[in-house]
C-alpha cells in the first residue's frame, strides 16, 4: 500500500482523538480520497492520494488559530479573547412565520434567515442538516432549496454531522449558498475559503451556531437502545420535539410519540447526554459562540429573578460582519424575523455555565493535558488565570466525563438518570438554580 507523509494530512490520520468530525477533508479534497467511517471518523485511500496537503491545511482539528480566523474574517488580527467574541450588534427575537417559529429550537430564527435569504433570490440554496430519512437516529447534511426543505432541517440535532463534507457536492454546483454550521464547522470552511477564492464566492454567509458539545453519533441509538424501542418501528427523533423548550422523543412509525426523559430539554436530559456523551475532541473546543461566523446564533435562556424564563421560543442572535448585519436587518424589514436590538443591555449576557465550560474548564483542561504530555489541540490562546476551585471543577468533570468513554457505564448510568428516580437530580437542580436567581 502506497505510504503517505502524515504530517500532509488532515488531524485524524495521526491523532484521531482531535478530529472535530468536521468533514471539511472529505468535502475538499479534489480527489476524493476521503471518506467517513461509521462514526463519522475520516478514513484515507492512500492510492487516491497525491499528497497536495490541502486537507491539512483545512483541518480545524490539531491547532485553531484565532488571530488567522480572525485575519479571514475580520480583516485584521485583534483577537478579542471574549467568549461571545467580536459583536457588532446584539438582538433578541424569532421568526416572522408562525410555522418556522413554533417548529425551532429557539423560535426559528435561523431558518427564518435562511428562508428569507432563498425567498428573495439572494441564495440558491441553503446548507443544513436534518434526521436522516433512512436511519432515523442518526443526523445528515443537505441542501434544502424551498421552504418545505428547509423546514425540514429545523431543531437542533445534538449530534455529530460532518457538515462539511457538502463542500464536494458545492463544489459542482452553480449559484450562491447559505451555510448554517457549529463553530468547528466554521473553521473549517474559513481555512478553505481563503484557500480557494472561486468557492468563496459561492457562500454568501455564515450562520453559526453557538455550542457547548456535540454528542457522539451514537447516542440516539443508545437512547433508543436503553428504552427498548426497536429501531425499525422508529420514524423520527426529535432532541427538543414539542412545547419549547421541547423534549427529547422518538416518533414511532404508527404515529405514537415516546418520550425518553421525564423532564425537559433544558432541564433535564441534555445535562447527562453533554457528560456521558461529549466526544473528547469537544471536551478540548474552546469556541463555544461560533467566534467566526457572520452571524452567531444561541438560545435566549435569560431568566428572571423567580428562575423562569423570559423568552420562551426566542433566540439570540449576535451580528459580527457587516454582511451579518445587513442580513439581519434586511429579514427584519421585511418581516421574515421579529427581533428586538437588546446591544447595549447587559441583561441579554447569558450563558454562564457555557462560559466557564469554554472559557475555563476547556482550556484548563488543553493546558493539564499538554502539561502531562498527552494530545490536545493547539490554540493561540493562552488559558486564563484561575483559582483552586477552577482546577478542581476541570478535573472533576473530567473524571465524569471519562465514565461516558465506555459502554458498559455509560448505558446503565444514562438508564438510571433519565429513569422515574434520576428525575429526583432534575428536581433538587432546579430547586439550586431558582435559589440562584432569588439570591442576585
Ligand atoms: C450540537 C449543538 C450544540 C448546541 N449548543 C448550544 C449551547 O450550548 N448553547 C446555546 O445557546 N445554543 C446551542 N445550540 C444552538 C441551539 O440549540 C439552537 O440551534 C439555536 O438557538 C437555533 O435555534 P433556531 O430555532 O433558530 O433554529 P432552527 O430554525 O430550529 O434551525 C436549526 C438549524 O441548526 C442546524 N443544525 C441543527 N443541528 C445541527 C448539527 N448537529 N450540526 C450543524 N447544524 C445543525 C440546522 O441545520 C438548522 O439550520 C447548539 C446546537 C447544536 C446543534
Ligand atoms: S478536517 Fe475535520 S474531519 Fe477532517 S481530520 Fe480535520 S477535524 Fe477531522
Ligand atoms: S489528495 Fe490532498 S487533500 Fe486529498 S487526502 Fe491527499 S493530501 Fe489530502
Ligand atoms: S464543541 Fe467544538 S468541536 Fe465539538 S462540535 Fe461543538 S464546535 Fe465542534
Known amino acids: 500500500m502506497k505510504k503517505i507523509d502524515p504530517s500532509l494530512l488532515a488531524i485524524a490520520f495521526s491523532h484521531k482523538k482531535l478530529c472535530t468530525r ?35 491545511r483545512t483541518c480545524p482539528g490539531g491547532r485553531v488559530d484565532f488571530k488567522q480566523l480572525t485575519e479571514l474574517t475580520f480583516g485584521h488580527r485583534h483577537d478579542t479573547h471574549a467568549f461571545d467574541g467580536h459583536v457588532q450588534r446584539t438582538y433578541v ?43 432515523p437516529w442518526r443526523g445528515q447534511v443537505y441542501i434544502a432549496r424551498s421552504y418545505e426543505a428547509l423546514r425540514e432541517s429545523q431543531q437542533s440535532k445534538y449530534m455529530i454531522i460532518p457538515v462539511n ?61 436503553c428504552k427498548g424501542i426497536p429501531f425499525q418501528t422508529v420514524k423520527n427523533f426529535n432532541f427538543r420535539g414539542g412545547q419549547w423548550p421541547g423534549r427529547i422523543r422518538a416518533i414511532l412509525k404508527d404515529g405514537r410519540i415516546k418520550r425518553l426523559h421525564y423532564s425537559n430539554f433544558k432541564d433535564g436530559a441534555i445535562n447527562y447526554l453533554t457528560y456521558l456523551y461529549s466526544p473528547e475532541r469537544c471536551q478540548t473546543c474552546i469556541d463555544g459562540s461560533a467566534e467566526f461566523a457572520d452571524i452567531s446564533v444561541s438560545d435566549a435562556w435569560t431568566r428572571d429573578e423567580t428562575g423562569k424564563y423570559l423568552f420562551e421560543s426566542h433566540s439570540k442572535l449576535i451580528a459580527r460582519t457587516d454582511l451579518g448585519v445587513t442580513t439581519m436587518l434586511e429579514a427584519i424589514s421585511c418581516g421574515a424575523l421579529i427581533a428586538e436590538d437588546v446591544t447595549q443591555s ?25 502539561h502531562e ?9 493562552a488559558a486564563p488565570r484561575a483559582s483552586r476551585a477552577d482546577i478542581w471543577a476541570e478535573r472533576v468533570e473530567s473524571a465524569i466525563m471519562a465514565l461516558g468513554r465506555r459502554r458498559s457505564t455509560r448505558m446503565p448510568l444514562f438508564k438510571f438518570l433519565t429513569s422515574r428516580y434520576g428525575t429526583l437530580f432534575v428536581k433538587i437542580r432546579q430547586w439550586n438554580k431558582s435559589r440562584k436567581y432569588r439570591n442576585k
Open 373 to 381: 504530555g498527552k494530545v490536545a489541540p493547539l490554540y493561540d490562546r
Open 165 to 225: 463534507e457538502v463542500i464536494q457536492s458545492l463544489l459542482q454546483l452553480p449559484g450562491k449558498f447559505a451555510y448554517a454550521c457549529l463553530p468547528c464547522q466554521v473553521h473549517g470552511l474559513r481555512l478553505y475559503l481563503a484557500e480557494n477564492p472561486e468557492f468563496a464566492k459561492k457562500i454568501h454567509v455564515i450562520i453559526g451556531l453557538y455550542c457547548a458539545s456535540s454528542l457522539e453519533p451514537f447516542v440516539a441509538e443508545e437512547m433508543l437502545a
Open 93 to 135: 427575537g424569532y421568526g416572522g412565520d408562525d410555522k418556522i417559529r413554533k417548529q425551532g429550537a429557539g423560535g426559528g430564527v435561523i431558518t427564518a434567515l435562511l428562508w428569507d435569504l432563498l425567498n428573495r433570490g439572494v441564495v440558491d440554496g441553503c446548507v443544513v442538516t436534518r434526521i436522516d430519512p433512512q436511519q
Open 346 to 370: 447587559r441583561a441579554y449576557k447569558t450563558h454562564k455555565l457555557h462560559t466557564v465550560k469554554k472559557g475555563m474548564k476547556a482550556p484548563l483542561r488543553v493546558a493539564r493535558l499538554h
Open 22 to 56: 468536521c468533514g471539511t477533508c472529505v468535502g475538499v479534497c479534489p480527489t476524493r480520497a476521503i471518506s467517513c467511517d461509521e462514526d463519522y471518523y475520516p478514513v484515507l485511500n492512500p492510492e487516491a492520494c497525491t499528497e497536495c496537503g490541502l486537507c491539512e
